[in-house]
């Protein structure tokens, strides 16, 4: 492609969307999402996307721009990442990618597996027949049927634990057995300078439970309140973002607004914490920077490396 890329990750509320926007200021650039819930249009404050002053300052690409009632995807991500990618190389713009995604990141410098899409009708049931079941219900579900899927997934996660269900369902087989051939990357890991922000821990966990707070103050109840209305597919990736689910059964009357603070703010540092992990097995290629000085620290980065390129791989 020819397009120059930045690459920074980071566990939620490292500072990272901060930092892009700086570098997106001087070098100049466009800020391109790598966040799997800053997709979805419905939920600026709930999953800090960046507000519209930041998008103003900078070009944003791939924020908001996915409605909450679909099930967005890593493969779909890549589509609009591809698309994304050249629009940025016509306009002659460093393209920044940023974001918590780690899964995101590898799609794009590794390949994703080539695993067939699950047919709308098999999809729609699947997720019916799975609504008045626990994830743990699920995943011993699971267990009994693909013992070798079960076994690389958490049973807090139903998510993808329904969709290795569904995958048996409309295949036969078993999820981890399409995980060998990957499509071709579209990034080149050894051209792409990449970050990954890594704040000490309980500096970490301090501005995650500040900022949700915050965002409890500055308008989330409400936009959680306006997707409630929509009545959606709990199932949803967008109904299960950070928060929202716990902020749900306050408006239900199930949780105090103190419970529901108290639930997504640990809901998140144990996010973070897998998000750490992730980096650290998944992601070889990042440079961690732990100071707090990232944009004076990733300048020097760049200034000793050459002009990063993408490719194919």
Same mark, same amino acid.
């Given at each position: 492609m020819g397009a120059r890329a930045i690459l920074i990750a980071g566990p939620t509320a490292s500072g990272k969307s901060a930092l892009a926007l /700086?570098?997106?200021?001087?070098?100049?650039? /466009? *800020?391109v999402n790598a966040d799997s819930m800053q997709v979805y249009r419905d939920l600026r404050i709930i999953t800090a996307r960046p507000t519209v002053e930041e998008e103003a300052a900078a070009p944003h690409l791939l924020f908001g721009h996915v409605d909450a009632a679909t099930n967005y995807s890593v493969g779909r991500w890549l589509d609009d990442l591809s698309r994304t990618l050249r629009e940025v190389e016509a306009r002659r713009l460093t393209p920044i990618l940023v974001g918590g995604t780690g899964m995101y990141f590898k799609a794009a410098l590794y390949g994703?597996?080539?695993?067939p899409a699950v047919p709308d009708d *098999?999809?729609?049931?699947?997720?019916?027949?799975a609504q008045d079941k626990t994830p743990q219900q699920l995943h011993a579900e699971l267990a009994a049927r693909d013992a070798d899927t079960a076994a690389l997934l958490r049973d807090t996660d139903p998510q993808r634990v329904l969709r290795?269900?569904?995958v048996l369902k409309a295949t036969g087989k078993p999820l981890v057995s399409f995980q060998g051939p990957r499509s071709p990357p579209l990034l080149n890991a050894s051209d792409c300078p990449a970050f990954f922000l890594a704040?000490?821990?309980?500096t970490l966990y301090a501005r995650i439970d500040?900022?949700?707070?915050?965002m409890a103050q500055i308008g989330a109840i409400d936009e959680v309140a306006a997707l409630k209305t929509r009545a959606l597919d709990p199932a949803l990736p967008a109904m299960r973002a950070h928060g929202v689910p716990h902020l749900i059964a306050y408006l239900d009357g199930k949780l105090t607004l103190e419970e529901a603070i108290l639930r997504s703010q640990l809901?998140?540092?144990r996010y973070?914490?897998?998000?750490?992990?992730?980096?650290?097995h998944q992601l070889p290629s990042f440079e961690w920077i732990a100071g707090d000085t990232p944009l004076r620290d990733v300048e020097v980065a760049l200034s000793s490396c050459a002009r990063p390129t993408s490719g194919t791989g």
């Open positions: /700086a570098l997106a200021r001087r070098l100049p650039g /466009a *800020v994703l597996s080539d695993i *098999v999809r729609v049931a699947m997720r019916a027949w290795a269900l569904e704040p000490e821990r309980q500040a900022r949700f707070e915050q809901d998140t540092r973070a914490k897998r998000q750490f992990t992730f980096a650290r």
